[in-house]
């Protein structure tokens, strides 16, 4: 409504009279309410005091109470992980697959190390070595009959003539083994195998030629009677055999006391402990033409190529490389043999002995021999070797009964 005199406008005394407690003109009472002054529209501003359209309007700042410490700005909040390609957090998920991909890696490991020995078992040849007739009754612990044989079989051409193998028909036994394992310590006992005995149907002979004659069985009677020893499992290895596995474990290390050079077995080595392969542990072992107590010697160099074979096969690299443990195992087919009644659990058994005979857990010894013939057994010494093996009482053999070389006398 517009202010116009007689409706209550500023110029209208009673419209000042009626709202404010004044009269005409008079100037209104000390506690009389003030007017306010009406605020003109920026329409009806003068045209130099309306705001530009574009300008930025100030707001009027509140200042604090009395007294009161202004208040500081709230900290800006922390920015948040940037979200990556592939939908985001997949940095925060790394972790979890790590902890998902490492028991599948070891069950896998343990899948590959069970499996590849059962499947080289299935290729490996099984023997029928025990004998007819009377034998020795069951006995505490376990007996193994180890064979090194000379046969060719699996060797094509090229491969006798590395191995200097000579005869390619020939099947002696060049190295016959007796190892116990039991409630003492494990034993590895060589028989020389020029060793003269009663053999079944054949009379006196040299114990190597009972394979030939009779195979498996007539040599583990041959054993058991000149014994009284019973023969619970029976391994065969060929000449192939052990170059297959000395490659397979990555080589060996062997210490000659002295340099060897032997034609006959392809042999050329030199003083001291050294690394050699296969073909080179083959020839060390069967080397005894340049020995001067022949046959002892090549019984205690075959005793520390198995030893060595052991310490490697031991090795937990040979378990953990996948390439060396399938080497190792697949070596096995072809060049060994095992008893027609051997279990895969047996042949871990054996080999897991085989591993300690050369340590603290184990003793090697060669077959007492008297000084006037290394054929003949001393049986003074022979007999309570024998005895500790029926007893399971390995514990018992002294160092005079157990030596090296077989001798009386020399470690």
């Not at 909040?77 to 990556?84: D, E």
């Not at 902890?99 to 040849?125: G, I």
């Not at 060049?335 to 591993?355: I, P, Q």
């Not at 070797?385 to 077989?406: H, K, L, N, V, Y």
Request: hydrophobic letters at 30%; glycine letters at 12%; a positive charge.
């Amino acid at each position: 409504m517009a202010d116009r005199p007689g409706n209550g406008g500023p110029e209208d005394g009673t419209k000042y009279g009626w709202l404010y407690g004044a009269k005409g003109g008079q100037e209104p009472p000390p506690d009389a309410t003030r007017a306010i002054p009406r605020q003109q529209r920026p329409s009806q501003r003068p045209q130099h005091e309306r705001p530009r359209e574009d300008a930025t309007r100030v707001m009027p700042t509140q200042q604090p109470p009395p007294g009161r410490a202004p208040r500081s700005p709230a900290p800006a909040p922390a920015p948040g992980p940037r979200p990556t390609r592939g939908g985001g957090g997949s940095r925060l998920r790394r972790p979890r697959f790590w902890l998902r991909l490492v028991p599948l890696v070891l069950a896998l490991w343990l899948v590959y190390t069970l499996a590849v020995p059962f499947f080289a078992w299935r290729s490996t040849d099984k023997v029928a070595f025990a004998p007819d007739g009377d034998r020795p009754g069951d006995q505490p612990g376990t007996t193994y009959l180890m064979v090194g044989s000379d046969s060719r079989k699996g060797l094509t051409k090229e491969e006798r003539k590395r191995f200097s193998t000579g005869n390619p028909s020939s099947e002696l036994t060049d190295t016959i083994m007796l190892l116990h394992t039991g409630d003492g310590p494990d034993v590895l006992l060589s028989i020389p195998r020029d060793s003269v005995v009663d053999m079944p149907g054949h009379g006196e002979s040299k114990i190597n030629s009972a394979y030939s004659r009779g195979g498996a069985k007539l040599l583990v009677e041959t054993i058991e009677n000149a014994t009284g020893i019973r023969i619970d499992e029976y391994v065969e290895i060929g000449l192939g055999g052990v170059a297959g596995v000395v490659d397979s474990v990555g080589g060996i290390e062997v210490c000659p006391k002295k340099a060897i050079k032997d034609k006959l077995a392809g042999l050329d080595i030199a003083k001291g402990c050294q690394e050699i392969d296969g073909t080179e542990a083959l020839a060390y072992s069967r080397s005894r033409k340049q020995s001067a107590l022949g046959d002892l010697d090549r019984v205690q160099r075959q005793r520390e190529v198995v030893a060595a074979v052991g310490k490697k096969v031991l090795s937990p690299w040979t378990v953990v490389n996948p390439v060396r443990w399938w080497r190792l195992n697949n070596a096995v087919p072809g060049f060994f043999g095992f008893g027609e009644d051997t279990s895969t659990l047996d042949a871990g058994r054996w080999a897991l002995a085989m591993t300690k005979v050369g340590g603290k857990d184990g003793r090697t010894c060669t077959m007492p021999v008297t000084d006037g013939s290394a054929n003949t057994w001393d049986r003074d010494r022979a007999e309570p070797i024998f005895q500790a093996f029926i007893e399971d009482r390995t514990d018992d053999i002294t160092d005079a009964q157990c030596t090296a070389s077989g001798l009386p006398g020399r470690r």
